[in-house]
Nanobody
Framework: VQLQASGGGTVQAGGSLTLSCAAS????????MGWFRQAPGKEREFVAA????????YYEDFAKGRFTISRDNAKNGVLLQMSSLKVEDTAIYYC????????????WGQGTLVTVSS
């Protein structure tokens, strides 16, 4: 599966941004999808995931209540709606695909940079 993430950019703290991921093949019913991020000088971390059949969504604590993951069936991919963004959300965000819950990736896309300014 090839994954293409887009939608990154610069936004002020408190603002919103939606990331999009397009997959090269149908993922619903086959792959769970997810987002990970890597901030400057930090390790890559899990952000959110949606299971292969959409019966479960999973969020890291920092994302709960602010981020929403959903399928984008038109692109065989996934969206990440982010609101109430904080400076510490600045990172490269990676789209992923994997079996089951989507929390353990088998495939990675290239990243898209999100910069949150104060």
């Amino acid at each position: 599966v090839q994954l293409q993430a887009s939608g990154g950019g610069t936004v002020q703290a408190g603002g919103s941004l939606t990331l999009s991921c397009a997959a090269s093949e149908r993922t619903f019913g086959t792959y769970g999808m997810g987002w990970f991020r890597q901030a400057p000088g930090k390790e890559r971390e899990f952000v959110a995931a949606i299971s292969w059949n959409d019966d479960g969504t999973y969020y890291e604590d920092f994302a709960k209540g602010r981020f929403t993951i959903s399928r984008d069936n038109a692109k065989n991919g996934v969206l990440l709606q982010m609101s109430s963004l904080k400076v510490e959300d600045t990172a490269i965000y990676y789209c992923t695909a994997g079996v089951g819950s989507g929390m353990v990736p088998d495939y990675w896309g290239q990243g898209t940079l999100v910069t949150v300014s104060s």
